[in-house]
Structure formats: structure tokens, C-alpha cells
């Protein structure tokens, strides 16, 4: 049974920190690419950060030098480190999970930049 199970959302103030985890189940976590997307109430899911399977990391422009995606194979987990958090971040995050046409999402965590 696949699973994608994000935590460490939550409540911060502006210009805050919080670090999401995503935690990987039932397929081969390496050979997948896994990126984090977003959804504010009423807007599209847009994509935040991605990290393929062969090492290469890219990023929506205005997440550059905020956020950091990495992951940890050995722990089947995929992080989101977000810095400099601003009110406009506040949406659910969601984990992703794709190789070819295979795609997997988890539930989401919800994150709120307010004061």
C-alpha cells in the first residue's frame, strides 16, 4: 500500500521557519521524483520544489533562496525547509511522488503564516 505522509505544518509568525517532512511507503522511494506543491484557498496547486532521483533540485522563483527540498533515501523522507516565511505562503503542502506516468500524493499539511 503506497503511502505519503507529510507533517510539520502548523501556525508561524512572519518571517518564521518551519521544516515539513514527508514520509514514504509502499514503493521504491529512490527511483522516484518527489516535490512539494501547494494550495492557498481559492488558487491553483502550484508547484514549490522538486528533487528528481538523480540528484537535481529546482524551485518556483519566488521560493529561491527561502526554501530547501532535500531528502533522505535510507528513510524513505523528502523535507521541505522554509525560511523567511511570508503571509502569502499559507496553504496546504502537499508531497509528490512520480516516476513515468506513476504519481502519488499525500493528504497535505496545512500551513500558516500569520501574526
Known amino acids: 500500500q503506497v503511502r505519503l505522509v507529510e507533517s510539520g505544518g502548523g501556525l508561524v509568525q512572519p518571517g518564521g521557519s518551519l521544516r515539513l517532512s514527508c514520509a514514504a511507503s509502499?514503493?521504491?522511494?529512490?527511483?522516484?521524483?518527489m516535490s512539494w506543491y501547494r494550495q492557498a484557498p481559492g488558487k491553483e496547486r502550484q508547484l514549490v520544489a522538486g528533487?528528481?532521483?538523480?540528484?537535481?533540485?529546482n524551485y518556483a522563483d519566488s521560493m529561491k533562496g527561502r526554501f530547501t527540498i532535500s531528502r533522505d533515501n535510507a528513510k524513505n523522507t523528502v523535507y521541505l525547509q522554509m525560511n523567511s516565511l511570508r503571509p502569502e505562503d499559507t496553504a496546504v503542502y502537499y508531497c509528490?511522488?512520480?516516476?513515468?506516468?506513476?504519481?502519488?500524493w499525500g493528504q497535505g499539511t496545512q500551513v500558516t503564516v500569520s501574526s
Open positions: 509528490n511522488a512520480l516516476r513515468y506516468l506513476t504519481s502519488y
Open positions: 528533487f528528481t532521483s538523480t540528484g537535481s533540485t
Open positions: 509502499g514503493f521504491t522511494f529512490s527511483s522516484y521524483d
